[in-house]
């Protein structure tokens, strides 16, 4: 015979084993959430009575086991109501009770008070006061639980509950980034998810305004038409919940990247040539929060409306629009439908306005059911387009129109290609927002370079922002760059044809139009050669030069790049990228100068400013000599003339020395440390140092490998760490010294750490890719490689160098989020012979496929 623990455990097993069962054949999210809910009920009713506890207590579902709705990982929240504080052996058989909730296999949790400590309690902690607002009578004292339910309603102040959960939400919001669209959204705590419809209907049931979507409609807090919608979504966030339960074994809220596919597929959805199942699924999840965001901000509205009354005297703006209380409002119920215009103007309004704080409930909900009157004719319509230009053109107030007319699906219905990419992922590895957000987060920056307020971030910009005519100009290429993203083809190309289209509908300038177009089909190509190609080659520059014609080309090119690199991800933007972007703008600006590029020229200047800077710090007119002889024209074409003149320092009286040198610096860039490496060549250098740089888990972002004229190796590294910045000293120290006796010693290499993928390379692999070609010249080969970041990738790469005898002469190492695109200039005998080189190729490619 079964214990009663096993009994009731086997009970409650068979029983939601039956429900999840009957989900899966049926879909009926509600149907499985109730049934749960009503397992649990009857076993712990049973365990009430087994235990045959005292006739004046009660147990009481809390929480969303209150509201009658259990996921099938869900805790189990319960309160244990007692008319007084319990003596021992109503303590002991309490502990048993609890121990068996625990037993038979369910998260419960659990508290046990009496009607005061509930009262106390709730009025200290709002999750407290929260979570008996659903409270629900299981099994017990029925006349116990009546006196809580009236207590607490005497108790409750809506006004105060509604303040404070309002500030909990906003607080919520901040911890998950304020948007919808994050790329592995928590369906439940995440903006536009179940927490913010749960939230409405708390406030409205402590207001005893309903207690669902159909009551609040009732009462003419929504209309008919958005509780249907409120409900749809609804029931789509909760079939979304249990199918991540169900498929973690587990309570999992968060659409994490390893479950987005199977749970597609779950749906139904297929990958397709130009899309992953997960972007179907993601694309609706983000429509759908974007849709409960929006109704969201309506009912707060209208609900604090109720809770706050104020009067309301409108002030006229114009004939469509009146200023309540700090809100613009429109001036008719049917404003949107008799001057359908009043939808793009309404944000040209606030545009001007800073003082309003938004609109209205009224104007939104207006809003909301009138944005399909944006159809053809309304966007063919001459004023309808110059108003949207007239946003584009506000001296203030762009970004956050844009950010409104996205949030209510305005910006989407004017720009019919823009809605396709609303909610689009991008898995790309190095991209953290869906596109539409990014193109956003673009134009946002380039905005940024417009303000006086932040020209402390990125003070070259700002200044070539402030003499640039025509700003707007920008903030169009900026919304078309990455516009045909997810059609498959290139979307540069794709794009560049909307713009174009976008900018004759739109009447601009033929020069204006040209701007723009040839920004969207480029905005790849400045961040291309910046980072992979030799900068210090004349060719290089006088072609970059040859392709952007013009400054005001160069400039809003350089501009629009920057703006783009920073709008992809916090992680991808560093100073090292800024200062090759910036150093090839300003090339490029002298050769359109009409400076011919010239290494001789070059050569010259970067010697004399290099000397300079040797005189200012004290170093004899003549004690470069000895050092400089030893090096030919490509070093000081592949080195500013502050490293030239820092290194010269530094090294001047240590030509010949018998054991490594390494020093060390601040990069003089602001970020990362620069480390000069000088010793007599030897094999397996560069591995050698890639494996002492790994080993400390620094990461490298440039290195420039070059070997002098008496066989001593002169390497220069930039590499970079998080806390470089609060310790450099000693760091600086441990390089110098460890470094250095790592290369005295001159052990074997260990075998490369295959090191472990991120989750999101797991759940994204990228096929990693060798390309190797020679040089316009044939005296050097160009190697590019793309693979998924990890630990020891760099170190893996240089292993294989080495045992091919590959001569390396620079790298460039660019890290984009999970993915590294990094360039090498080599030369070596191996790559002479076709053999050869395809073996190098192919145990290129398995190195970087380990992990």
């Keep these: 015979m079964l214990s009663p623990a096993l009994a009731f455990k086997e009970d409650i097993k068979k029983a939601q084993t039956a429900v999840i069962d009957n989900y899966r054949d049926s879909r009926k999210a509600e149907k499985l959430l109730h049934d749960l809910c009503r397992n649990v009920d009857h076993t712990l009713d049973k365990i009430w ?66 009607v005061d400590e509930c009262l106390q309690e709730s009025a200290a902690d709002i999750t407290v006061q929260t979570s008996l607002l659903e409270a629900r009578l299981i099994t017990g004292s029925r006349k116990l639980f009546w006196e809580l339910q009236q207590r607490y309603a005497e108790a409750m102040n809506p006004q105060k509950f509604f303040q404070e959960k309002l500030l909990e ?49 009732g009462r003419g807090l929504i209309t008919d038409t958005e509780a249907r919608q409120l409900k749809r979504n609804e029931r789509a966030f909760k079939d ?55 109704l969201n901000q309506i009912l ?108 209510m699906s305005i910006l989407g219905r004017y720009l019919p290609n823009f809605r396709r990419i609303i909610g689009q992922m991008q898995h790309d590895l190095f991209h953290a927002y869906t596109v539409d957000q990014h193109i956003l987060m673009v134009v946002r920056n380039l905005r940024r370079f417009t303000m006086a307020e932040h020209a402390h971030e990125y003070p070259f910009c700002s200044q070539l922002m402030a003499n640039f005519n025509q700003p707007w100009v920008l903030y169009i290429a900026a919304l078309f760059h990455d516009i045909a993203k997810g059609r498959g083809g290139d979307h540069s190309v794709l794009g560049m044809t909307d713009a174009k289209k976008f900018c004759y509908d739109h009447g601009l300038t033929k020069a204006n139009t040209e701007l723009v177009v040839f920004l969207v089909k480029n905005h790849l190509t400045m961040s291309h050669v910046a980072q992979k190609q030799d900068l210090s080659d004349p060719d290089v520059v006088r072609n970059f030069a040859a392709l952007v014609k013009d400054e005001r080309h ?60 040797l005189r200012l710090a004290g170093i004899s007119p003549d004690a470069h000599e000895r050092l400089w002889e030893q090096l030919d024209v490509s070093y000081f074409l592949r080195h500013d003339a502050s490293d030239i003149a820092w290194q010269t320092r530094v090294l001047h009286d240590k030509i010949s020395h018998p054991t490594p040198v390494v020093k060390c610096r601040l990069a003089p860039i602001g970020e990362g440390l620069q480390v000069t490496v000088y010793v007599k060549d030897q094999p397996d250098l560069f591995a050698r140092i890639c494996n002492y740089f790994d080993g400390k888990n620094f990461g490298i972002l440039d290195a420039k490998i070059y070997t002098t004229k008496n066989g001593y190796a002169l390497d220069t590294f930039m590499v970079t760490e998080p806390t470089f910045a609060n310790q450099y000293r000693d760091i600086i120290n441990l390089i110098e010294h460890e470094l250095s006796e790592v290369l005295a010693q001159q052990t074997p290499l260990s075998p490369p750490n295959c090191g472990r993928l991120s989750r999101m390379s797991r759940s994204f692999p990228i096929v990693p890719t060798v390309d190797l070609r020679p040089d316009e010249r044939g005296q050097y080969y160009l190697l590019s490689i793309s693979a998924n970041d990890r630990n020891g990738l760099l170190y893996a790469i240089a292993m294989v160098l080495a045992k091919y005898k590959i001569n390396l002469h620079t790298a460039k190492v660019m890290t984009l989020g999970e993915r590294v695109e990094d360039v090498f200039i080599v030369d070596g005998a191996a790559l002479q012979g076709a053999r050869t080189q395809i073996q190098f190729e192919t145990e290129l490619l398995e190195a970087l496929r380990v992990g």
């Design 49 to 114: 009575k087994h235990f045959q506890m005292p006739k004046d207590c009660s147990l009481i579902a809390v929480g969303g086991y209150g509201r009658g709705e259990l996921f099938p990982h869900s805790d189990v929240d319960v309160l244990i109501l007692l008319s007084q504080t319990p003596d021992t052996d109503l303590r002991d058989k309490l502990e048993n009770l609890v121990q068996l909730f625990w037993d038979i296999g369910l998260d419960i949790g659990h508290s046990i008070r009496t």
């Design 169 to 217: 939400l906003q607080q919520r919001h901040v911890k998950y980034e304020d948007t919808p669209y994050s790329l592995e959204p928590n369906c439940k705590e995440s903006p536009g998810g179940l927490r913010d419809l749960q939230v409405i209907l708390w406030v409205a049931k402590a207001a005893n305004l309903g207690n669902s979507w159909a009551e609040l409609a």
């Design 240 to 294: 979304i919940r249990i199918r991540l339960h169900a498929h973690a074994g587990r309570r999992e809220d968060r659409l994490i990247f390893d479950v987005q596919t199977p749970i597609a597929e779950s749906y139904g959805f297929k990958t397709t040539d130009s899309r992953r199942a997960s972007e179907y699924l993601m694309q609706r999840y983000y429509w759908a929060a974007k849709a409960v965001t929006q």
């Design 300 to 407: 707060l509205q209208n609900i604090e409306a109720v809770l706050f009354p104020q009067p309301s005297v409108p002030r006229p703006i114009n004939e469509h629009f009146n200023e309540v209380n700090g809100f613009i409002d429109i001036a008719r119920d049917d404003t949107f439908e008799s001057a359908p215009s009043a939808l793009l103007e309404v944000f040209l309004v606030l545009a001007k306005h800073s003082e309003l704080k938004g609109m209205t409930a009224r104007t939104l909900r207006a809003m909301w059911h009138a944005r399909l009157l944006m159809d053809a004719e309304f966007r063919h319509d001459i004023f309808n387009r110059a108003l949207f230009l007239q946003i584009l053109q506000s001296p203030q107030g762009i970004t956050h129109a844009l950010r409104r007319m996205n949030q």
């Design 554 to 613: 160069l400039t809003a090119l350089y501009l629009l790049t920057v703006s783009d690199i920073r709008g992809t991800s916090p992680k991808v933007w560093n100073a090292w990228k800024g200062k090759l972007l910036e150093d090839l703008y300003r090339m490029t600006l002298r050769v359109l100068g009409g400076e011919a590029p010239s290494k001789d020229r070059e050569l010259k200047n970067r010697q004399e400013e290099a000397l300079k800077a």
